[in-house]
């Protein structure tokens, strides 16, 4: 992946470890899993910080949720773009939500 105009930071937050995903722009950029890093402001901030010498622009998105909240804290505080991303509240997400838990 070259340095592009920007990069998407896919994070999935856990309790203890964030697992970390970078995407280049456009339906046919490639994806690359990084790793895991454990789920603590300083593990975070260095992981942009090199991503962000490394790619130039990065749009960080996280799973919306109770461990997300700290993340979308923290990158506005370090001034990325930083979007949630969850399941659409709705009677028929809910629906789909039940179905899918229980098979």
Not at 25 to 45: M, Q, T
């Amino acid at each position: 992946m070259e340095q592009n105009d920007r990069v998407f930071v896919a994070m999935d937050m856990h309790k203890e470890t964030i697992a970390v995903a970078v995407g280049a722009p456009g339906r046919l950029g490639e994806v690359r899993f990084l790793g895991e890093i454990p789920n603590r402001a300083d593990a975070v901030r260095r992981l942009i910080e090199k991503l962000a010498s490394k790619y130039g622009r990065l749009s960080v998105c996280y799973e919306a949720g109770p461990c997300g909240d700290s993340l979308h804290r923290q990158m506005t505080e370090l001034g990325r773009e930083c979007v949630g991303a969850g399941w659409p509240i709705s009677v028929s997400s809910i629906r789909l939500s039940r179905s899918f838990c229980r098979s």
